[in-house]
């Protein structure tokens, strides 16, 4: 992924001192789940460290820095109040310090990098504001001298009408102009200024949203709840999104949907964890794990997640479902058999922190504003991969 490059005039305004320091605050804002396994932090812990470190080669900056910050931040500070850190194997430990001494005089040596950077957009953003404020005064200045040069031409004009003597040219003839409409070479230069609309944007409205939430999940009668409280499919964004592409064997839904089936039948929605795992720069779902849950009509409550961590350490998979997740790339897949319909979502940057720091359980709504997910658009289909179901319900 390319580093984003921002206008000066966007971040500009603010001085580079502030800027930096609200991104660390950003970046700090983490906390960690005590009821959630922590060999899981551990796990997700290289997740983190590696996103920084391909973030960092790419030349994305703020991101690299980011995502180093809120690993100090869970490994250095918060991980010590998880009532599971006494259990934690002395070499995973000891592991995690050694990845924590390579990763601060990087972290400094990018907030040194990002202050300079900051600093010269905030001079250039200067800059520009004074180079408008003269452009505006020339064209104040050039407006004034053509109004004046338009009304010396006018009184001219009309002086001139007035002592011109009047004679009898027989029958009645239309009349010379009443007035003079004079254009000076500065009016034609404005005229050439301004701009006119070409185009008008018509509203995009937002489609349908697909009924149901969560990794992977199926529900029947969707028309009997709110469906305010479900995803609605925002406009696609334009731009790729720079995340890696995740591979979604095509037989996962059709075999989730299989298992899925009694409680659809039921009225009840399931739930799955997608799973899988990173080979050079892309995931692959090669798992569809049905924790123990409990459903209704449009919810899904998983139990026993410790269940999930062995399984996943077992096989050693990553997470590729946002539940419980820390990779920007974790999807969901919204089976919906009663519409036939199924959606691939991701979480937005502000959904990503806002479920990260959630400690709310089972279906809830969540304020209104900055939308937390989007349409995903790192998915693969593939017929070459073939789903594995484990089913420890």
């Known amino acids: 992924m390319a580093q984003k490059q921002t206008h000066p005039v966007e971040m500009g305004p603010i001085e580079p001192h502030q800027r ?31 996103t920084a470190d391909r973030s960092l080669r790419e030349g ?74 003269e452009q505006e005064e020339k064209e104040d200045a050039a407006r004034r001298q053509a ?25 009645y003839a239309p009349s010379a102009p009443s007035h003079v ?23 995009r409205s937002q489609a349908t ?43 996962a839904m059709q075999k989730f949907l299989d298992l899925a089936a009694s409680n659809t039948a039921s ?3 399931t739930c799955a964890i997608l799973a899988g795992s990173l080979v050079q720069t892309r995931f692959t779902i090669t798992h569809v794990i049905f924790p123990k849950q409990s459903g209704t009509s449009d919810s899904c409550n998983t139990m ?27 999807i969901a897949i919204v089976c919906s058999p009663k519409y036939r319909e199924t959606g691939f979502f991701n979480l937005t940057p502000h959904g990503m922190d806002s479920i990260s720091q959630c400690r709310q359980t089972g279906f809830h709504p969540h304020p209104a504003g900055q939308p937390l997910f989007t349409e995903a658009q790192h998915i693969i289909l593939s017929d ?3 789903a594995r179901v484990i089913d420890l319900r």
């Open 20 to 50: 930096l320091q609200k991104l660390i605050a950003d970046s700090q804002r983490v906390s960690i789940d005590p009821t959630m396994p922590i060999n899981r932090y551990y796990r997700s812990g290289n997740q983190i460290v590696e």
């Open 60 to 133: 994305n900056l703020e991101k690299a820095f980011t995502f180093y910050l809120r690993f100090v931040t869970i490994f250095v500070e918060l991980i010590l109040d998880h009532p599971g850190y006494k259990s934690v194997a002395p070499a995973d430990k000891q592991q995690t310090k050694e990845k924590i001494k390579k990763i601060l005089p990087r972290a400094e040596e990018i907030r040194k990098k990002l202050l300079e950077k900051y600093t010269t957009e905030y001079k250039l953003y200067l800059q520009q504001l004074k180079l408008q404020a």
């Open 147 to 171: 109004a004046a040069a338009a009304a010396a031409a006018a009184a001219a004009a009309s002086k001139a009408a007035a002592q011109q003597p009047t004679t009898s040219t027989g029958p």
């Open 181 to 203: 409409a004079v254009i000076s070479d500065s009016d034609a230069k404005l005229i050439d200024q301004v701009l006119y609309p070409s185009e008008f944007l018509t509203d």
């Open 209 to 251: 949203g697909l009924p149901g939430t969560g990794l992977l999940l199926a529900g029947e009668d969707k028309a009997k709840f709110d469906r305010s409280l479900k995803p609605i499919l925002p406009v696609a964004p334009v731009t790729a999104t720079g995340f890696r592409s995740i591979v979604v064997p095509t037989d």
């Open 267 to 269: 009225n009840l929605e």
């Open 304 to 330: 026993n997640e410790e269940e999930i961590a062995v399984v996943q350490d077992r096989h050693n998979l990553i997470t590729l479902g946002w539940i419980h997740l820390m990779l920007e790339e974790a």
């Open 384 to 386: 070459a991969v073939a």
